[in-house]
């Protein structure tokens, strides 16, 4: 049936707590909400600041005008002052960073040049308080800008690189000293303990491939001098750079050099000469995303299967929930007591922030809520939330994923129990991993199928992240060998116990989800387990990996997913068509009746995936005289961002599924 204005309204205008961080005395909170997946209502995007009193319910307040894409919040360490970057000078066109006083209160005072175009992506104080560190890019040079208005701008590879550079503002004079310069790209950085000097995180180029392809540096700056020495790096990538003390921590792959791969934390003193990485915890059967420090301490975010879970880095666990953790941030208070600031959601419940405090002696674990975005949805309910476990067909690995079943949705004139029909929706990456959360894939899919009556299935199929370097690992050259036969194996469990009806499946997904969905079409049935899906819905996905290696952003990335290059391969070697939909259409337009019929999604500028892997199959169904319907959203690129477009996907998925399981 289709979805309720009222749904679409209330989903469309849902802003989404991000940034989440505490004071250093712990008293506050502070965080910056967006609207939901960050797309735009209008011509610009927009973002509001936030604060809280920790650990006292409801008492978020809002302290930016909601106008201006205010972002990136963070505290001074008096707690008294926050910087943010904002581009109120001129809507969507400026970047400059604000100070305001949050005790006091008044307006934030701009400490950079509110006249700069390049965006500002990350800000923090000095140890003392009187500098902030940014990363910002290079402003135009007057003959750059001369040679773009008379369209004198061939892009000639290597040249005019986009460097993101890092600079130091003094508070006092206003001051902007660039630390880091010259033919590379600052990726992160920390203040060490004493703010004399700078741990900075760099790679080769500013280009999405750079990490794999050249690796990535760390070095240490002195503030006042700029002088600079190198520590070393890592082959592949690397992220969430923090300085603790003497040492500094980053997380990196288990297996360096491989982006598919269970994520460690290493750790290094900011004395080394040379590389000298430890790795410290993770990675092996888990997988850490991002660390937190405080003082000397440091924290890390860990997935273990379909639970968060925040450590101690080395220690015990602090807080773990099996829903998604979307944003966090702790701070140790004077009585030695932990207290962390954390952003989540459930499958009813949209994203708030919360506090949870804990010491030695006791534990608080039932968060308390401090915010309310998502009072609009608290009269409706959208369904439960089952945890399906099986082992692989090959029975090498266990498999976990998340069956979302409807309960009556208030939103309906004539609500109903879920019959059983069933959309199983496979997230991206490969690495990432879905778990209980509100809007758990792909712009408002989950919510709106609930609330339609249909059950949700989300597979964590091999590849994805939760399980650690050995599960991860399977991506690797891996490409239709073992996902789309986990995808097959956790709805089967799904089937099994009850909870899907095998005469009512479709499938769907995005990016790598919509991969998957064209796979599993191309396949469909020839499982041997006596059902079919009775449709397929792919956002943005692949259907030839061999061209992702030649046409998209991130080549090196898909490359490795294939398990080779396509310009490594001899020229009989036909294996890049492994996993591949586009060349196993025919065989099952041959056998007929395989291949059901699709609802393909795809942005015209997308880079990630080319929309070549749509027009491909699309072509390929109306040679073979297949159902489809195909729909190319202009200007939008991998991920959506107007609101308009984003509305229209939502209403064509469930008409969709609403064609297929009438």
């Known amino acids: 049936m289709p979805i309720p204005e009222s749904l679409l ?58 106008l201006f894409y205010d972002t990136v919040p963070v505290w001074s360490p008096d707690s008294e002052h926050v910087a943010f970057v904002s581009d109120r000078a001129k809507s969507g066109d400026r970047s400059a960073i604000y100070v305001m006083n949050v005790v006091k209160g008044g307006e934030g005072v701009a400490v950079t040049d509110v006249k700069f175009e390049k965006p500002i992506s990350k800000v923090m104080f000095s140890p003392d308080g009187k ?70 995180m760099t790679t080769a180029r500013p280009d999405v491939e ?62 080394e000469t040379e590389a000298n990485f430890t790795r410290v915890a993770h990675g092996e059967t888990d997988c850490a995303r991002n660390l937190v420090k405080v003082g000397e301490k440091v924290f890390v975010k860990v997935q273990q299967g379909l639970v968060d879970k925040i450590y101690h880095l080395g220690g015990e666990p602090v807080f773990e929930v099996q829903k998604e953790i979307l944003s966090w941030h702790a ?26 405090t804990s010491s030695s002696t006791s534990s608080n674990k039932d968060p308390i809520t401090l915010s309310t975005h998502g009072t609009t949805f608290a009269k409706h309910t959208f369904g439960t939330a089952t945890a399906v476990e099986t082992s692989s067909f090959d029975g090498k690995e266990t498999l976990d994923g998340l069956f979302l079943t409807p309960e009556s949705s208030t939103y309906l004139s004539s609500p109903s129990k879920s019959s059983g029909k069933t959309a199983v929706i496979i997230h991206g990456g490969p690495y990432y991993r879905r778990t209980n959360a509100f809007d758990a894939q792909f712009f408002f899919w989950t919510p709106c199928l609930l609330a339609a009556g249909y059950s949700v299935l989300m597979p964590n199929y091999r590849g994805s992240s939760g399980r650690g370097e050995r599960f991860a690992a399977y991506s690797i050259g891996g490409m239709g060998k073992f996902d789309e036969t986990d995808v097959v194996a956790l709805t089967q469990a799904a089937i099994d116990k009850g909870l899907a009806d095998k005469e009512n499946l479709v499938v769907g997904g995005y990016s790598q989800g919509g ?9 469909n049935g020839l499982h041997g387990k006596g059902w079919k899906f009775k449709g397929g819905i792919a956002g943005a996905g692949v259907t030839d990996w061999a061209t992702m290696g030649m046409s998209s952003d991130a080549g090196a990335y898909e490359t490795e997913l294939l398990g080779h290059s396509p310009w ?21 337009v041959k056998k007929g009746g395989v291949i059901p019929p699709m609802l393909i999604l795809h942005g015209e500028k997308d880079v990630r995936v080319p929309l070549e892997q749509a027009q491909g199959f699309r072509r390929g169904l109306e040679a073979a005289g297949l159902p489809y319907e195909y729909v190319v959203y202009p200007r939008e690129d991998h991920t959506f961002v107007e609101q308009g477009h984003v509305r229209d996907m939502c209403e064509r998925v469930v008409k969709f599924v609403d064609k297929c399981l009438a």
């Open 210 to 271: 750079s990490q794999m392809l050249k690796g990535t540096g760390f070095g240490v700056v002195q503030v006042a001098s700029g002088e600079r020495r190198e520590v070393g790096g890592v082959g592949g990538t690397a992220s969430s750079l923090i300085c603790a003390g003497d040492d500094f921590c980053f997380v990196a792959p288990f297996n360096e050099g491989k982006a598919s791969s269970g994520l460690s934390v290493y750790r290094a003193s900011i004395h």
């Open 515 to 523: 991969y998957l969905t064209y796979l599993s079409a191309v396949r």
């Open 131 to 200: 500098k902030i560190a940014f990363l910002s890019g290079d402003e135009k040079t007057p003959e750059k800008k001369k040679r773009d208005e008379e369209k004198d701008d061939p892009i000639v590879w290597g040249e005019e690189w986009d460097y993101t550079r890092l600079r130091v503002v003094d508070l006092a004079s206003k001051e902007v000293k660039t630390l880091v310069h010259g033919a590379e790209h600052v990726l992160d950085f920390d203040w060490n303990g004493t703010g004399d000097s700078i741990v900075v």
């Open 9 to 66: 309204k209330d989903l469309l205008a849902l802003e989404a707590p991000t940034s989440v961080t505490l004071s250093p005395n712990g008293k506050r909170a502070l965080y910056s909400t967006n609207l939901s997946w960050a797309h735009k209502k209008g011509a610009d995007a927009r973002s509001t600041l936030w604060l809280a009193e920790t650990n006292t319910p409801n008492s978020a307040r809002q302290i930016s005008s909601g």
């Open 568 to 588: 490594s391969a001899d020229k009989e070697d036909c294996s890049d068509r492994q996993g591949s939909a586009i060349w196993e259409m025919k065989g099952a």
């Open 331 to 356: 701070t140790i208070t004077d009585d030695k007591a932990t207290t962390l600031a954390l952003a989540i959601g459930d499958i009813n419940t949209p994203p708030e922030v919360h506090t949870t």
